[in-house]
């Protein structure tokens, strides 16, 4: 699986966009790439996946460049919920196993 | 739905003692997976399986043994605990490859 680098943490003001990176420039043509987010002491959540194209669902879009080296996830409207750390990960299709990095821990404050 | 479940939630053992922890998913998913999480890291796979009866080794199998003799369940054991398995274990179930990985709330284990 191609390697990602994560900022170790951002801050987030309660009700703006949190924009979060994920560099993966390693990323080959069937590596799709996978967002998880870890509450304090509670096991991991899925947010949201993509290959190439920009996906959206209820959580969170995800924004891929062309080139798929890099990504970012959108929380749009950051509440205190949110606040987590967060987790890229590239996974090859056909792949069943998630390798996970450190990722970056997102504050959302009042 | 319960989800995935994990038990027990915590547990202290002592250095060469064994256990089992249970990890229960009633979700009908194909595949399950053992991970274990250290301070300040992100989760490392210890074992995992494809289907009722099939395990392969993870990212960190030394010191563990899986077995999935029921569909539902997956066994992590621990034949003689040392400190540096002191850890939380979170259990997770998928339905197959490329599917989300749903997983449980976590066991918090210490050896000492």
């Known amino acids: 699986d191609a390697k990602t680098t994560q900022p170790t943490s951002m801050d987030c003001a309660e009700g703006r966009a949190a924009n979060l990176p994920c560099n993966h420039s390693t990323i080959s043509g069937n590596e799709y790439v996978y967002w998880y987010r870890q509450i304090h002491s509670q096991g991991p959540q899925y947010i949201i996946h993509?290959?190439?194209n920009n996906e959206t669902n209820e959580m969170a879009s995800l924004i891929i460049t062309e080139d798929r080296k890099s990504s970012t996830l959108i929380l749009p409207h950051a509440t205190l919920r949110d606040t987590a750390v967060y987790y890229c990960?590239?996974?090859?299709?056909?792949?069943?196993?998630?390798?996970f990095g450190k990722g970056t821990m997102l504050l959302v404050s009042p | 739905n319960a989800g995935v479940t994990q038990t027990p939630k915590f547990r202290v053992l002592k250095t060469g003692q064994s256990m089992t922890l249970l990890c229960a998913q009633d979700?009908?998913?194909?595949?399950m997976y053992w991970y274990r999480q250290d301070p300040g890291m992100g989760l490392r796979l210890i074992h995992y399986s494809v289907g009722e009866g099939t395990t392969a080794k993870g990212e960190v199998p030394d010191g563990y043994n899986v077995s999935r003799l029921k569909k539902q369940n997956f066994l992590l054991g621990l034949e003689s605990a040392a400190p540096s398995q002191t850890s939380v274990y979170f259990c997770a179930s998928s339905y197959s490859t490329g599917y989300e990985q749903f997983f449980g709330p976590g066991t918090r284990l210490t050896v000492l």
């Open positions: 993509g290959l190439k």
């Open positions: 979700m009908n998913h194909e595949y």
């Open positions: 990960i590239v996974r090859e299709s056909g792949y069943s196993t998630l390798t």
